[in-house]
């Protein structure tokens, strides 16, 4: 089986932590010594890094130039998650045109009771799964209101009364009238309960205002926040400064074993992204 690509290439990364610095393409540039046009390229991926360049602008950038080689270098993947130790995580991958979404199903195995972190945009599979396994769905998570990750809400809604978690903050995006009464807003350290399953809300600001990470003994779904190698796009130079320290006292600070499931993207852990996510020191 092929390994599930990065969500992010190297002109994604050098792309956000530049706009989040507000720097522009030419101040980048003349700090790298690397000509304007060629920046561009790599931004625009019609030009792949050698490593000099790479390193060059990753100092500039304030990224870590080690880690930034490897995800250039193809050096590093997150190791995939042994089905076994996600067992109670069903993976749904959704998508709008060609680009890949991510929602994900959380269910005790007992009590058949259920959760979901964001809809993948395909309310069909969410539903398929459900049906299939015989899971109640209890709540619906979501991690922030864009709209890949919310397509779909109202069917899933409607096919199942679940309550409707909204992080504080976020637009109630696609909430109808009858919907409203099942609206359950979230705010930071906020717990929920499946089973014998512990969910926290955590806020992670940054992506978008309301951003928020869901978070049990084992595992973090992280939605936009944080990718394995990169993070969520900012929503300004303000929140690109929140979303790195957020990340760092809130996220990285669960434990080496934690498991992440972002919106996009593989899986990975609190380890790798410690060791090999460049935004990071």
């Given at each position: 089986m092929d390994m599930e690509i990065l969500e992010d290439e190297f002109g994604d990364i050098i792309q956000k932590a530049r706009m989040g610095l507000g720097l522009s393409i030419k101040q980048v540039a003349e700090k790298a010594?690397?000509?304007?046009?060629?920046?561009?390229?790599?931004e625009s991926y019609r030009h792949i890094p050698v490593e000099r360049e790479a390193v060059a602008i990753a100092g500039v950038l304030g990224l870590n130039q080690g880690k930034i080689r490897d995800i250039v270098s193809g050096a590093w993947h997150p190791e995939e998650l042994p089905a076994d130790r996600i067992s109670d995580v069903i993976i749904i991958t959704g998508s709008i045109g060609a680009y890949k979404v991510k929602g994900y199903i959380l269910y005790d195995k007992d009590s058949r009771e259920a959760a979901i972190f964001d809809t993948a945009n395909d309310s069909k599979a969410v539903l398929g799964n459900l049906r299939d396994r015989g899971l109640q769905l209890r709540y619906i998570?979501?991690?922030?209101?864009?709209s890949d990750h919310v397509g779909g809400l109202m069917d899933i809604f409607n096919a199942t009364g679940a309550d409707i978690c909204i992080p504080e903050g976020e637009p109630a995006a696609g909430i109808t009238d009858n919907m409203k009464k099942s609206e359950c807003p979230v705010k930071d350290g906020f717990e929920f309960k499946i089973g014998i399953s512990k969910i926290r809300a955590i806020s992670t600001s940054g992506h978008t205002q309301g951003s928020t990470c869901y978070v049990t003994k084992d595992y973090c779904f992280s939605g936009d926040t944080l990718f394995a190698g990169s993070i969520g796009r900012p929503y300004n130079c303000e929140g690109y400064g929140t979303l790195i320290k957020n990340v760092k006292e809130k996220v990285l600070s669960l434990g080496k074993h934690m498991r992440i499931f972002p919106g996009h993207g593989p899986t990975t852990t609190v380890g790798e992204e410690l060791a090999h996510n460049p935004f990071f020191s």
């Amino acid at each position: 089986m092929d390994m599930e690509i990065l969500e992010d290439e190297f002109g994604d990364i050098i792309q956000k932590a530049r706009m989040g610095l507000g720097l522009s393409i030419k101040q980048v540039a003349e700090k790298a010594g690397i000509p304007v046009l060629l920046l561009e390229d790599m931004e625009s991926y019609r030009h792949i890094p050698v490593e000099r360049e790479a390193v060059a602008i990753a100092g500039v950038l304030g990224l870590n130039q080690g880690k930034i080689r490897d995800i250039v270098s193809g050096a590093w993947h997150p190791e995939e998650l042994p089905a076994d130790r996600i067992s109670d995580v069903i993976i749904i991958t959704g998508s709008i045109g060609a680009y890949k979404v991510k929602g994900y199903i959380l269910y005790d195995k007992d009590s058949r009771e259920a959760a979901i972190f964001d809809t993948a945009n395909d309310s069909k599979a969410v539903l398929g799964n459900l049906r299939d396994r015989g899971l109640q769905l209890r709540y619906i998570f979501l991690t922030h209101c864009h709209s890949d990750h919310v397509g779909g809400l109202m069917d899933i809604f409607n096919a199942t009364g679940a309550d409707i978690c909204i992080p504080e903050g976020e637009p109630a995006a696609g909430i109808t009238d009858n919907m409203k009464k099942s609206e359950c807003p979230v705010k930071d350290g906020f717990e929920f309960k499946i089973g014998i399953s512990k969910i926290r809300a955590i806020s992670t600001s940054g992506h978008t205002q309301g951003s928020t990470c869901y978070v049990t003994k084992d595992y973090c779904f992280s939605g936009d926040t944080l990718f394995a190698g990169s993070i969520g796009r900012p929503y300004n130079c303000e929140g690109y400064g929140t979303l790195i320290k957020n990340v760092k006292e809130k996220v990285l600070s669960l434990g080496k074993h934690m498991r992440i499931f972002p919106g996009h993207g593989p899986t990975t852990t609190v380890g790798e992204e410690l060791a090999h996510n460049p935004f990071f020191s």
